[in-house]
C-alpha cells in the first residue's frame, strides 16, 4: 500500500510531525511518500493520502489548502485523513482551525486530528517575533510525540493488508 503524506510547514514543526507519521506507517511495512503540498501534482498511484498543515491565526496554510482543492476528486475515491499543528502552551481545549471542516468534508476525510506545535524564537522573522509578543505566544515545544505516534497506529491498522491464513 502506498501512502501519500503532504505537510505545508512554515518553519518545519508540522514537517517533523509528517515524518514522524511516515516513520511510523513506514514500519507498518507501508510505502509512504513525504512531500510538500505545492510539490504534489497528482494523487494517482497512492492508495492514501494524509495532508498536515501548520494553523497560523486560526487557519491552514494556503499550500495545503491548495493541494485539497486541486485533487479534490481523486481524494474522494482513497481513505484520507487531515491534521493541524499549531495551539501553544497549556490550552487544554484548543479549537480546530475554522477551515478545516470544509476540508474535512470536500475530501470525506476519515478523521482530523489537532496536534500541540512548537514556537522557536530563532525560527522567527521580526514581524513574526512581534505578532508573537502581542498575542503573548508562549516558546517552546509542545508537540505531543506519543499522541502522535498513537495516531499514526490507528492510521497504520486500517492500512494494514490483513495476512490470509496459510
Do not use: N
Not at 43 to 53: E, K, L, P, T
Amino acid at each position: 500500500m502506498k501512502v501519500l503524506i503532504s505537510v505545508a510547514s512554515k518553519h518545519g514543526a508540522t514537517t517533523d510531525i509528517g515524518d514522524a507519521i511516515a516513520a511510523a506507517l513506514e514500519d507498518h511495512g507501508l510505502d509512504v511518500v513525504v512531500t510538500e503540498p505545492d510539490q504534489v501534482t497528482s494523487v494517482d498511484g497512492f492508495d492514501a493520502v494524509i495532508i498536515g498543515s501548520g494553523v497560523y491565526a486560526g487557519h491552514w496554510l494556503a499550500p495545503a489548502k491548495r493541494l485539497v482543492e486541486r485533487a479534490r476528486g481523486a481524494l474522494l475515491v482513497r481513505p484520507v485523513w487531515l491534521f493541524s499543528s499549531g495551539p501553544l502552551g497549556d490550552d487544554k481545549q484548543p479549537t480546530d482551525p475554522s477551515d478545516v471542516a470544509p476540508m474535512v468534508g470536500a475530501t470525506r476525510a476519515r478523521g482530523h486530528r489537532l496536534f500541540a506545535g512548537r514556537l522557536d524564537r530563532g525560527d522567527l522573522g521580526f514581524g513574526e517575533r512581534a505578532i508573537a509578543r502581542m498575542v503573548k505566544a508562549p516558546y517552546g515545544d509542545f508537540r505531543d510525540w506519543p499522541a502522535i505516534a498513537a495516531w499514526a497506529e490507528e492510521i497504520a491498522a486500517v492500512l494494514e493488508p490483513v495476512p490470509v491464513p496459510s
